[in-house]
């Protein structure tokens, strides 16, 4: 535990944190605004116009009230596992950037204690976004459900195994930041690269797959869980009948995987390179 609290204070004190709240809190509000827009639109069908019947059968899907209200209480997603996923990343190389990786380590000989010490340190700052930023969805979410007529819908299961889904994701998104800060010490390097290939992942596979689907058929749609940002999107759907999309089980499988082989590698790595 001391090294756990230790590692913690080395990121909770510096200005790193709040740095990245301040980007965050504009970005959630832009999103929370977005959402609140979709929502509106997809509670009134009328609004919708002319769609094609695949189209009315995803509709029919996502403008179920209890994924409407899931999607709002999931809000900023997209900007927050990549916020996490920065900590996480820096947890590691800050001790590069600031040179006390030596000094850390000289004091805790073990390398696989420090490494996992970081880990848990990530995690906890991935719970504690999570948190605080589920309780500002929450609060924000059932202003507008109740708004549209739609009811808060803070009573039904799949809401709280959305939000609950929501959680593990900022977890283990942690836990891929660790895992990229090891493999590549640079600060800078690491948070640019982490960014591109967040964004740029997220993007090329999204445009590839819906490519590859119209021409070889949608079935092709069910590799979207391979991808990490895809899939922890997938884990707040708010159902699991959306028409194209594989179960929301299958991408907490996937996102549970990755994180494991990034954890073992990363210590792996952590215990046999040179420090200096």
Request: net charge negative.
């Amino acid at each position: 535990m001391n090294l756990v609290r230790s590692e913690f204070l080395k990121i909770s004190t510096t200005n790193t944190w709040w740095i990245f709240a301040l980007i965050y809190l504009p970005l959630w509000a832009l999103t929370l605004l977005v959402n609140y827009l979709q929502t509106s639109v997809l509670a009134d069908s009328s609004r919708l116009g002319e769609v094609s019947p695949a189209d009315a059968e995803v509709f029919d899907v996502i403008s179920e009230p209890p994924a409407l209200a899931a999607n709002l209480y999931t809000n900023g997603q997209f900007f927050g596992l990549l916020i996490v996923m920065l900590l996480g990343t820096i947890v590691v190389t800050n001790e590069y950037f600031h040179q006390t990786a030596t000094t850390t380590f000289l004091t805790t000989p073990q390398r696989t204690a420090v490494i996992l010490a970081k880990l848990a340190a990530a995690m906890l700052l991935g719970a504690l976004f999570w948190l605080v930023t589920t309780g500002f969805n929450l609060i924000g979410g059932s202003l507008i459900m109740v708004s549209l007529d739609l009811g808060a819908q803070l009573g039904t299961g799949t809401v709280w195994e959305a939000v609950g889904l929501n959680g593990l994701a900022y977890l283990l998104w942690a836990i891929f930041g660790v895992g990229f800060g090891v493999l590549i010490r640079s600060q800078l390097g690491a948070t640019v690269s982490a960014i591109l290939l967040y964004l740029g992942g997220y993007l090329g596979a999204a445009i590839i797959l819906n490519i590859l689907a119209a021409r070889f058929g949608d079935w092709i749609s069910d590799l979207q869980v391979i991808v990490p940002s895809l899939a922890s999107q997938l884990l707040v759907a708010g159902t699991d009948d959306l028409p194209g999309s594989p179960p929301r089980w299958t991408g907490a499988v996937v996102l549970i995987g990755y994180a494991l082989v990034t954890g073992i590698v990363g210590t792996i790595i952590t215990r046999r390179r040179d420090i200096s």
